[in-house]
């Protein structure tokens, strides 16, 4: 339960970082960036991960702002959990996320783990990619070839996989601020409170009056990657937020979902869940909505 | 052996030491400080025994590296006791609620509830309800005492602790 040895880098720029992501090791191995250490630390404890060397990004300084300019909240990789969940700008901006931190780990937790690690980390089950995809977030990457933005649908690539090259960085995320009218919901199912969830569901629906204007829905736990729901946010777009609406909505998302099984929760169970957090989640954002307009 | 030198105040005392680059914040407070108050359960994030407050704010004290805490002011659980060696009243809520019975799970628990009554005390929000308690005590894991004396403690604690 100790990690095993490795180089220790922690560079104080970007620049300095992509260089040390580049340069392979003298011995071969693999280079990673360390930001808030609550999923790679565990990984290096367990020997599940060995890297040659270690990039620590802390001490690169602008990376922890949360600015909203233009109509898009922009969040530095290195942004806190914790700091962002109890943000005035993210809530009023973007409350999906502001309802979707809580349900990560736990306090401690929060508080050192970082907006940027959890995204680059790319966990199906894990909260904030589901939002990133949810919201077509995207997010800015500096790598040796220089900056590049990467659209939420094109940066989850799979079982813990990004876009991300070896030697990029994940920097910023940027979301588009809500429009008046909107509202936001999380919903899930972990076996325990602050656990991986089962299932997860993001959705955030506006509204005009009584009906859906726009309709963004995603899912965690349900495949390698965070799944968008675009068959059910078609589902609610023109029609009011009743139970017919919402069972086409469920319907029409779970119809193609092939979830797996595991020690969890079965294939069936995790397909049942998601039809019943997404009547849930939508309901809830509805209800926000109409708070809101 | 890849190491570092690093200095750290950890309650309120400055310490320069080499440590190897690959030491856990956890260990270097146990075995190079011999502060063996602050326990590892897990050492992987699951139980919370090793909490400690890092610059201001809780954190699992095995998910972060030695040399990542250079410049950092840390408090353990021996660093919440009165400087005249009384017992914190964190401490005392939790000893007059039954709150242990083996007691390695305690250090990390104090730390989590110490956590909380100084984010009240800054104003900050903190959880009320004995529900909003559980949540919140849930990221620290007990196999004696069943929870319900910890959340007594945790209550009495809070209930305490004034807004400066
Ligand atoms: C007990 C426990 C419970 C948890 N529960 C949850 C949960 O319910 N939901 C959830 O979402 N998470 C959970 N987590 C994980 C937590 O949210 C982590 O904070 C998050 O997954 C990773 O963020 P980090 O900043 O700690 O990244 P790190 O652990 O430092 O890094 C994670 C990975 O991302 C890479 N990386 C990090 N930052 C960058 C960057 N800027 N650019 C490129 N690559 C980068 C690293 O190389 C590494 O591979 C839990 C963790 C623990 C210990
Ligand atoms: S030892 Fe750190 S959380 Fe269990
Ligand atoms: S008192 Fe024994 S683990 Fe909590």
Not at chain 1, 109 to 129: K, M, Q, V
Not at chain 2, 101 to 117: D, L, R
């Amino acid at each position: 339960m100790k990690p095993a040895a490795f180089d220790y880098q922690s560079p104080t720029s970007i620049a300095e970082a992509v260089q040390m992501l580049a340069e392979p090791p003298e011995d071969g191995g693999d280079v990673k960036v360390l930001a808030g250490g609550q999923s790679l630390v565990p990984l290096l404890s367990l020997r599940l991960a060995t890297p040659a060397r270690i990039v620590d990004i802390n001490r690169i300084p602008g990376l922890t702002g949360i600015s909203e300019e233009g109509g898009v909240l922009t969040l530095g990789a290195l942004v806190r959990q914790r700091t962002a969940e109890h943000s005035d700008v993210v809530a009023r901006a973007c409350p999906l996320m502001a309802a979707a931190i809580p349900h990560i780990g736990h306090t401690a937790i929060r508080n050192r783990g970082t907006i940027g690690g959890s995204i680059a980390h790319a966990d199906s089950a894990a909260e904030l990619p589901t939002v990133a995809l949810c919201l077509d977030a995207e997010m800015v990457a500096h790598g040796s070839n220089g900056e590049r933005t990467i659209p939420a649908a094109e940066f989850f690539t799979g079982f813990f996989s990004t876009a991300l090259a070896e030697d990029e960085i994940l920097t910023a995320v940027r979301v588009r601020s809500v429009a008046p009218g909107t509202g936001a919901a999380y919903e899930e199912l972990a076996r325990r409170h602050g656990d991986f969830a089962m299932v997860g569901v993001a959705a955030q629906v506006r509204l005009d009056g009584d009906t859906v204007t726009e309709a963004r829905i995603a899912l965690s736990g349900v495949d390698a990657q965070p799944v968008r729901a675009s068959k059910a946010e078609a589902a609610l777009v023109g029609h009011t937020v009743d139970e017919q609406t919402l069972s086409a909505a469920a319907d029409a998302a779970t119809a193609d979902l092939h979830p797996a099984s595991d020690l969890h929760a079965s294939a069936a169970y995790r397909k049942h869940l998601a039809g019943v957090l997404i009547r849930r989640a939508v309901r809830n954002a509805a209800t926000r909505a109409k708070e809101s307009a | 052996m890849n190491t570092r030198e690093i200095t750290v105040t950890v309650n309120g005392r400055r310490h320069t030491r080499t440590v190897e680059v690959r030491r856990t914040l956890a260990d270097f407070l146990r075995e190079d400080l011999g502060l063996t108050g602050t326990h590892l359960g897990c050492e992987h994030g699951v139980c919370g025994a090793c909490t400690v407050i890092i610059d201001g704010v809780t954190a699992r004290s095995c998910l972060q590296l030695a040399v990542q805490a250079d410049g950092a002011e840390i408090t353990t659980v021996e660093g919440v006791t009165l400087p005249d060696g009384e017992l914190h009243p964190v401490q005392e809520a939790l000893r007059d609620s039954h709150a242990f019975q083996c007691g390695f799970c305690t250090p990390g628990f104090v730390m989590a509830i110490y956590g909380m009554c100084e984010e009240k005390k800054a104003g900050k929000p903190v959880p009320c309800s004995r529900a909003e308690l559980r949540e919140e005590l849930s990221g620290n894991i007990c196999r004696c005492s069943g929870y319900q004396q910890i959340i007594d403690g945790a209550e009495a604690a809070l209930a305490a602790a004034k807004e400066a």
